[in-house]
């Protein structure tokens, strides 16, 4: 196996362990181009940049960030895009310049356009150096639902009915969640000079093992991550019980 564990007591120190790892990233390299993901997990992350920033000045003035993905058919200023996310859990308390950080337009008129587009930007700000992820249940990365392609770049997405499900507890009901989503591809993921993956709670037991241990197939698109050469988890110990 290529990749490295880092077991972390708790969702804490999973978190600090993280942020750790992308303040030292922006350090050494200022202009850094982040990929950034939403869900809960990376929120203690964010949280703690946040802190750091404030107490030791680390600058975002001259990094880039590329998010994963955005639901499509939610205004940019719904409380659940991820564009209104990012800047309640990030963007408005950082340094960044807001026209430094991208997020999929889940809003655009022709996906099809708007994927290219994302495409090629990442391209050509030369790719991303530290992408940040988490795993759906089913072992999603991004909005890559099972049986996506892992030559996939970024593209529109039915979620499956399981996403919709476990991220209902953020609208008031099922109706709301969104049927569909723009994110970046796994080959767009697998392009990124290096990955961390987040990984907390029981709930996401089963996932993280399937990750470890399982096949390396397009059914279960986190286990492409098997196939990248520097990936680094951080995983609590209710992540890791059946590892
Ligand atoms: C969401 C996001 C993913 C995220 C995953 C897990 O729907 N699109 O980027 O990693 O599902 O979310 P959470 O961290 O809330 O468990």
Do not use: C
Not at 1 to 25: G, H, L, Q, T, W
Not at 84 to 102: A, G, Q, Y
Not at 166 to 188: K, L
């Amino acid at each position: 196996m290529k990749f490295e564990i880092i077991k972390a007591d708790n969702y804490e120190e999973m978190s600090r362990i993280a942020a750790e790892k992308v303040i030292s990233k922006i350090t050494e390299k200022p202009n850094a181009i982040l990929g950034l993901a939403t869900g809960s997990t990376p929120e203690g992350l964010y949280k703690l940049l946040i802190e750091d920033h404030q107490k030791h000045y680390t600058s975002y003035r001259y990094v880039k960030t590329v998010n994963l993905d955005e639901y499509v058919g939610l205004d940019k200023d719904d409380k659940n895009s991820y564009f209104t996310f990012m800047r309640e859990k990030l963007f408005n308390h950082i340094d960044v310049d807001l026209n430094n950080t991208n997020i999929p337009d889940g809003t655009a008129a022709n996906m099809e356009e708007e994927a290219a587009r994302y495409e090629k930007y990442i391209d050509e700000i030369g790719g991303v150096d530290l992408q940040i992820l988490g795993i759906g249940h089913n072992g999603h990365i991004g909005f890559n639902e099972p049986g996506t392609s892992f030559k996939s770049t970024t593209h529109l997405i039915k979620l499956a009915e399981k996403t919709r499900e476990a991220n209902a507890r953020f609208f008031n009901s099922m109706d709301e969640v969104p049927t569909e989503a723009i994110t970046m591809g796994i080959q767009s993921i697998m392009d990124s000079k290096e990955i961390i993956l987040l990984v907390s709670g029981a709930s996401k037991a089963e996932a993280l093992k399937n990750l470890v241990y399982g096949e390396i197939t397009e059914d279960f698109p986190a286990s492409v991550l098997r196939l990248h050469n520097k990936v680094t988890i951080i995983a609590d110990q209710d992540a890791l019980q059946l590892i």
